[in-house]
């Protein structure tokens, strides 16, 4: 199925350093999600994205939904090891209901 | 329980056997989906069902997969004649959505590891 191009595909960073992951799309979208999925268990939300150009922050999180409607960026500020675990952006196709998955991004914190 | 449940955990199949997969949503939710989750992959839409409505089959692979969910409860993937490249995480979430809209906040299971040797 489609898939949206996410990077990177791993990152391995030091406790307290910042983090950015972004995503790409062909084609326009309606909405962006970004969820964190940790070993063994389903996705969970972290933030929702409606409006293009919409900065929305959760905590130590940040994200944003493209001008041109086709990317978003998730940045995580001042990382701790409870971030570890692979994070997914996923978007809304106009004309569609569906959601679209990235490929995820595996963050590995060390102290 | 409190969240959304799916069982087993983990299955191991001979290829060519049939495999049944449960999902146990939130109380209340109307809306439930099916994905599957290959091994470093995103998430891959299967099937929706959203209330008494006909379910969106569009994400089904093939016609040995098929799901089944009575009213706004449980539901069950099946697929039958496993292949080797059915092995995947299959993850089912429910969300309160009285409409069709998958952005509304999925809740996901921890999914059924499936196997196929």
């Known amino acids: 199925g489609q898939q949206l ?22 084609s326009i979208f309606n909405t962006w999600l970004w ?9 969970v939300l972290l933030i929702a994205l409606y409006k293009a150009g919409e900065l929305t922050s959760n905590g130590r999180l940040t994200a ?10 998730l940045n995580i500020s001042a990382s701790i090891p409870s971030d ?20 995820g991004t595996r963050l590995q914190v060390f102290p | 329980g409190a969240g959304v449940s799916q069982s087993p955990s983990n299955k191991v199949t001979e290829k060519g056997k049939d495999v049944e997969l449960r999902c146990d ?11 599957r989750q290959r091994l470093g992959q995103g998430l891959e839409f299967l099937i929706y069902f959203q209330g008494n409505s006909a379910p969106d089959k569009s ?6 997969f098929s799901a089944e969910r009575t009213g706004e409860s449980v539901s069950t993937l099946t697929i039958q004649r496993t292949q ?16 069709w809209h998958h952005t509304d906040t999925q809740y996901f299971g921890p999914g059924t590891r499936l196997t196929v040797l």
């Not at chain 1, 952006?89 to 679209?100: E, F, M, R, S, W």
């Not at chain 2, 994400?59 to 040995?64: A, E, F, T, V």
């Not at chain 2, 080797?84 to 409409?99: I, K, N, P, R």
């Open chain 1, 84 to 103: 570890v675990g692979i994070y997914f952006c996923a978007g809304q196709p106009v004309n569609t209901d569906k959601l679209i998955f990235g490929t």
């Open chain 2, 84 to 99: 080797q490249e059915d092995s995947a995480v299959y993850l089912c979430a429910s969300s309160s959505t009285g409409g």
């Open chain 1, 35 to 43: 969820y964190k999925q940790d070993p063994g268990e389903g996705p």
């Open chain 1, 5 to 26: 191009n996410q990077s990177p595909q791993s990152m391995f960073i030091q406790e307290g350093e910042d983090v950015s992951m972004n995503c790409t799309s062909s």
């Open chain 2, 25 to 35: 949503p939130i109380s209340g939710h109307t809306a439930l989906y099916w994905y």
């Open chain 1, 64 to 73: 944003q939904f493209g001008i041109t409607r086709k990317d978003s960026f």
């Open chain 2, 59 to 64: 994400g089904l692979p093939s016609d040995r």
